[in-house]
């Protein structure tokens, strides 16, 4: 229970502002999207109805359907019962808890505890995990991969295959199967030998997400991205220049003011403004990448072996 416990208290340090402060998560989809999702999915449940529909936008759009809505995802208990500002940020606190705590978790098979501690730390506190803050989604899914990689290496016990399925079927219910494949891939990264285990799982928990994934196929299919041109899925793509973000801070320009770095003509995106605002790892995350790679080097050189 330690790891839990730090891992919240660090939690709480970061949202606090959000919990005591008065201050609120609002920036992109927070406002826009997912307030009044959660709205939308607190007025179905009180009036005991299943959330299948939002009748309140453009006539008429499907609610269970959109994923992003997140209706049967565990944080829609907090950010549609609670007043949402709070319930969104204890939900940022809870995903942020369960990240640093599996993040420990998984590097302590490869390295000491003081060691895991920081480096799970680090994690936490990576532009990448506190940008995500505003991506709940992503965040919630996200926090479930350390512990994806770490069920993945359990040997011989028949609650592996049925404990991974969950937390698929869990990321894809947060509202961002992306996570799913992340989580997939880091498994089969550090433990090679389950790739077998990690294919039914993964098949078993998108068959117990269908009810939520099979319509959200459905949805897609109509969407105006499913139709869109090559160039504009390629504009939501990661150019490999912008890798250089990982380690260096802003090298093609300003988030929120000229000249935007999505602008720039080798980093060029579809809007001015980021979904994670900061993509870097932060100066602990990468003095501490030497020695990550070295315990994961000789943890795959053995299962290899």
Same mark, same amino acid.
């Given at each position: ?10 939690? =709480? ?17 927070? $406002? &826009? ?28 759009? @499907?609610?269970?359907?959109? =994923? ?12 549609? *019962?609670?007043?949402?500002?709070? %319930? ?8 942020? *808890? ?32 506190? !940008? ?19 069920? /993945?290496?359990?040997?011989?016990? &028949?609650?592996?295959?049925? %404990? ?13 199967p992306s996570t799913a494949v992340m989580g997939g891939l880091a498994s089969l990264a550090l433990t090679p030998r389950a790739a077998l285990r990690v294919g039914a799982s993964a098949g078993l928990g998108a068959l ?8 959200? #196929?459905?949805?897609?299919?109509? $969407?105006? &991205? ?25 090298? #093609?320009?300003? =988030? ?5 770095? *999505? &602008? ?9 403004? @980021?979904?994670?605002?900061?993509? !870097? #790892? !932060? ?13 994961? *080097?000789? /943890? ?6």
């Amino acid at each position: 229970m330690r790891p839990f416990a730090a891992a919240l208290v660090l939690a =709480l340090v970061i949202v606090g502002a959000p919990l005591w402060g008065g201050a609120r998560f609002f920036y992109r989809d927070v $406002s &826009r999207q997912y307030e009044p999702l959660a709205h939308q999915l607190s007025q179905a449940w009180g009036r005991g109805d299943a959330p299948l529909w939002n009748a309140s936008t453009q006539g008429g759009v @499907p609610l269970l359907a959109n =994923l992003h809505a997140g209706a049967l995802a565990p944080h829609a208990l907090l950010t549609a *019962t609670a007043p949402f500002h709070l %319930g969104y940020a204890w939900a940022v606190a809870l995903a942020l *808890t369960i990240l640093g705590a599996g993040m420990f978790r998984l590097l302590r098979d490869f390295v000491g505890p003081r060691e895991s501690a920081v480096g799970a730390a680090a994690v936490v506190l990576s532009g990448v995990m506190l !940008g995500a803050t505003s991506y709940l989604p992503f965040l919630a899914g996200l926090s479930l991969v350390p512990w994806q990689a770490r069920l /993945c290496r359990v040997e011989r016990s &028949r609650l592996v295959v049925p %404990g991974l399925a969950l937390l698929f079927a869990a990321q894809i219910f947060e509202g961002d199967p992306s996570t799913a494949v992340m989580g997939g891939l880091a498994s089969l990264a550090l433990t090679p030998r389950a790739a077998l285990r990690v294919g039914a799982s993964a098949g078993l928990g998108a068959l117990v997400a269908m009810v939520q994934l099979g319509p959200a #196929w459905d949805l897609f299919a109509v $969407s105006s &991205r499913a139709a869109g041109s090559a160039e504009a899925q390629l504009a939501w793509s990661l150019h490999p220049l912008r890798l250089v973000e990982l380690v260096v801070r802003l090298p #093609w320009g300003q =988030l929120l003011q000229e000249p935007y770095f *999505t &602008r720039y003509e080798l980093a060029a995106g579809p809007d001015a403004q @980021p979904f994670l605002l900061d993509h !870097g #790892w !932060g100066t602990v995350a990468v003095l501490l990448l030497p020695l990550g790679l070295v315990g994961v *080097t000789r /943890c795959v050189g053995r299962d290899w072996g």
